[in-house]
C-alpha cells in the first residue's frame, strides 16, 4: 500500500512538472518575437559583454520558453532568461532598457507592446546575473533606454 502510494506521489509531481512550461507558454507566447536594436555602447547580456553595435532578440529554439538569444555581428551572442510581466496599460512602442552601474551596462528588460491588440503589452524582464548582482550592491542603477524595432 506504502508503494501505491509513493507512484501516485511521483506520478502528480511528473504531471505537474510538465504542466509547468506548458502553462509559461500560454501566457506569454513568443513566437514572433522579433526585436532590433542599436546600442552605442558595450553592454552585458548576462555575464557576457557585448560590443556597441545593432542586435537581434529572438526567443531561443530548443531552449525553455523564457530563454532569450542575443545576437550581433561576428561571434557576438548571448543567452539570458528572462521573466515576461504583463503590462496593466498598453504599451504603443518597444524599447530596450539597460541599468548602468559605474561604467558597466547590463541589458535590463525589453518593453513589448504586441501586435495590432495592444491590451497584450509585455516587460520581459532580464533575470540578473551574478555579476550584475554585485554591481547592484556597489552602486544604484542608473536606467536608460534605446528604441527596438519589430
Known amino acids: 500500500m506504502k508503494s501505491f502510494w ?17 502553462a509559461a507558454q500560454a501566457t506569454w507566447n513568443g ?13 552585458y547580456v548576462g555575464d557576457k559583454l557585448m560590443p556597441a553595435g545593432t542586435y537581434e532578440v529572438t526567443q531561443a529554439a530548443g531552449y525553455q520558453a ?33 541599468n548602468k552601474y559605474g561604467g558597466k551596462e547590463y541589458l535590463n528588460a525589453i518593453n ?11 516587460t520581459l524582464q532580464i533575470n540578473p546575473s551574478a555579476g550584475e548582482q554585485a554591481a547592484a550592491k556597489a ?9 527596438g524595432t519589430k
Do not use: C
Not at 71 to 93: D, H, S, W
Not at 112 to 122: E, I, K, M, N, V
Open 31 to 43: 513566437s514572433s518575437l522579433n526585436v532590433k536594436f542599436t546600442v552605442p555602447m558595450a553592454f
Open 66 to 98: 523564457n530563454t532569450l538569444l542575443i545576437r550581433g555581428k561576428g561571434k557576438n551572442e548571448a543567452y539570458v532568461e528572462f521573466t515576461a510581466i504583463g503590462r496593466p496599460q498598453p504599451l504603443t512602442k518597444m524599447d530596450v532598457t539597460f
Open 139 to 147: 552602486a544604484a542603477a542608473a536606467k536608460h533606454t534605446v528604441p
Open 112 to 122: 513589448w507592446p504586441g501586435g495590432a491588440d495592444t491590451q497584450s503589452s509585455w
Open 6 to 22: 509513493t507512484v501516485i506521489v511521483l506520478a502528480g509531481l511528473v504531471a505537474l512538472v510538465s504542466v509547468v512550461p506548458a
